[in-house]
């Protein structure tokens, strides 16, 4: 450990230069009036001031855009010093280098980059070389952000912008932490507080992102013509037509159906709480609806109508029910949010989660399952619910008071209804044999809780997130779910082949003990048997298309 803590030491001082002459770049030999210096983001090579400054005429920010911290030696110890210190004046328009006719004034910014906080002296252009960009274009192709449309005088770079996102989504680092370290960072002993300038262009950042993601920057009628949903990101492994499925999948035989089934997971979650806040301010959601929040607007004005819904219950062994209408709720905006998620893959529908105002309710869960299957073109549908067994006894009674463009038709997608496997342990026996997952033809050995560990991810985020105002939050969670779904998604290229060779064996032990069995029976018990095993299927299946 002395060997490397004598190295750190070194470093401190003037290292190898101790034996140099003169400017590691230009060899001019020091003099006594010399000034020395080093740049944390080039090397440990020493320079002299003509060079630091030619060196980074192109580059104020260094280090893919890090604004170089130039140190000088004073004789025994480095000294923080700045290229604006050093009278480093950055031209835009032209990458650093000079401009015919520069504009007069010089101005400052201040830089959010990654690493550091700088103040960069800088001109606009005002030639006609650089075609006729204004002021706010000019910020934004030197990849700086401007934290204001009017005048900006401090801006972030997208390097800042891109790794708060990923940390955020990631660690659920907040925006002051992360400022605040790069001000600690910048110098430790003058620690001025958090812009909150910075979140806000954090959230317009991550925004754009979402929209160039989904493709709408093509999009010749622009931003305002993307539709609902069309900015999430889908499950890349459940049945889309034209996308991913073969032709004439429709008229394959009844007992290969199955394949192109959707199968589909709904729950809520009351840790994502939201409190009601005194002296509020208008907080717009970005693009609400385009993702995967349910439309804000049509969502509460389906709500004007339950205010006072009350559902009844006949299954009473299972808790969620008799809990639903009773949700703590005083002094909350929501109690919870309500979602649906693809069973299998586990990635976050369209238009898939809502806020719920109190408890459970069914109004709600509708609303955010229907909103989420908006389009799905399938002919079997089925849904896992840890109540579905009083949910669907009259839901397409329900749906039919729905808005005409929510409703399924009924005709050419045949629903089924299914409890998550654990959960349906907690169910009366007979609500069990008739509803959970393990019997419902079709499904295979999905367990249906899977959107339980959706939540488990999301949960970090309820205490920060409780306190936001409300378009703040529905975008951090539009952010988090963007980030969930895109990594279930490149994932399933090693969890689905891992799947396979575990199912596969399990199939292949079932099979062998099937057989041992079967071959001790008498082909008349098993024909009755096999009679009977068909008939209970069929009516099964005729009973869930009659609710």
């Given at each position: 450990m002395q060997h490397f803590?004598?190295?750190?030491?070194?470093?401190?001082?003037?290292?190898?230069?101790?034996?140099?002459?003169?400017?590691?770049?230009?060899?001019?030999?020091?003099?006594?009036?010399?000034?020395?210096?080093?740049?944390?983001?080039?090397?440990?090579?020493?320079?002299?001031?003509?060079?630091?400054?030619?060196r980074h005429r192109l580059t104020p920010l260094h280090k893919l855009q890090v604004y170089v911290f130039a140190q000088e030696w004073k004789g025994n110890c480095w000294v923080p010093s700045t290229l604006e210190s050093l009278g480093s004046v950055y031209q835009l328009g032209h990458g650093g280098h000079p401009c015919q006719h520069p504009a007069p004034a010089v101005r400052t910014m201040v830089v959010l980059d990654v690493g550091h906080i700088h103040t960069v002296k800088f001109r606009y252009f005002a030639c006609d070389s650089s075609d006729t960009a204004?002021?706010?274009?000019?910020?934004?192709?030197?990849?700086?952000?401007?934290?204001?449309?009017?005048?900006?005088?401090?801006?972030?770079?997208?390097?800042?912008?891109?790794l708060f996102r990923l940390l955020n989504v990631v660690g659920n680092i907040n925006v002051h932490d992360?400022?605040?370290?790069?001000?600690?960072?910048?110098?430790?002993?003058?620690?001025?507080?958090?812009?909150?300038?910075?979140?806000?262009?954090?959230?317009?950042?991550?925004?754009?992102?979402?929209?160039?993601?989904?493709?709408?920057?093509?999009?010749?009628?622009?931003?305002?013509a993307t539709k609902n949903g069309e900015c999430a990101v889908q499950c890349w492994c459940c049945p889309h037509d034209e996308i991913n499925l073969p032709e004439g999948w429709r008229d394959v035989a009844p007992e290969y159906q199955f394949l192109y089934m959707m199968l589909l997971a709904m729950d809520a979650n009351f840790r994502l709480r939201h409190r009601l806040r005194a002296n509020e301010h208008e907080d717009r959601l970005l693009g609400s609806g385009w993702g995967h929040l349910v439309e804000d607007g049509p969502y509460k004005e389906h709500l004007k109508g339950y205010v006072a819904e009350k559902d009844?219950?006949?299954?009473?062994?299972?808790?969620?029910?008799?809990?639903?209408?009773?949700?703590?709720?005083?002094?909350?905006?929501?109690?919870g949010v309500g979602g649906v998620v693809c069973a299998r893959h586990e990635v976050v529908r369209p238009q898939g989660v809502g806020d719920l105002q109190k408890g459970e309710r069914y109004s709600n869960m509708d609303y955010i399952l229907l909103s989420s299957i908006l389009g799905i073109t399938v002919m079997y549908l089925a849904i896992s619910y840890d109540i579905a067994c009083q949910w669907k006894l009259h839901f397409p009674a329900r749906m039919s008071a729905m808005p005409e463009h929510m409703r399924l038709d009924l005709s050419r997608v045949k629903l089924l209804?299914?409890?998550?496997?654990?959960h349906a342990a907690a169910h009366e026996r007979k609500c069990q044999v008739q509803?959970?997952?393990?019997?419902?033809?079709?499904?295979?050995?999905?367990?249906?809780?899977?959107?339980?560990?959706t939540w488990s991810g999301f949960n970090p985020l309820a205490w920060a997130t409780k306190e936001m105002m409300s378009g703040a939050r529905a975008d951090a969670f539009e952010d988090k779910i963007d980030h969930h779904n895109f990594l279930k998604n490149v994932n399933q290229g090693t969890t689905l082949p891992r799947k396979l060779i575990l199912a596969m064996?399990?199939?292949?032990r079932q099979v062998a003990a099937f057989k041992e069995v079967d071959g001790t029976l008498k082909k008349e018990l098993r024909r009755k048997w096999q009679k009977q095993i068909d008939e209970w299927i069929k009516q099964g299946l005729l009973k869930a298309k009659s609710i």
């Open positions: 803590l004598d190295e750190m030491l070194r470093r401190e001082g003037l290292g190898n230069a101790m034996h140099e002459r003169g400017c590691s770049c230009c060899k001019i030999p020091w003099d006594s009036r010399s000034r020395r210096f080093r740049c944390r983001d080039c090397g440990v090579f020493v320079q002299c001031m003509d060079c630091v400054l030619e204004q002021n706010l274009e000019q910020l934004l192709r030197n990849n700086w952000y401007p934290a204001t449309t009017v005048d900006p005088a401090t801006c972030a770079t997208l390097a800042s912008l891109d992360f400022v605040g370290a790069l001000e600690q960072s910048t110098n430790a002993c003058d620690v001025k507080g958090v812009p909150v300038s910075f979140g806000l262009m954090a959230r317009q950042h991550v925004f754009l992102t979402r929209l160039k993601r989904a493709g709408r920057a093509h999009d010749p009628a622009g931003i305002r009844v219950s006949t299954c009473i062994a299972f808790a969620a029910l008799l809990q639903k209408d009773t949700r703590l709720a005083t002094g909350l905006r929501a109690s209804y299914g409890l998550p496997v654990w509803n959970s997952l393990s019997y419902i033809p079709g499904v295979g050995r999905t367990d249906g809780e899977g959107i339980k560990r064996d399990e199939r292949n």
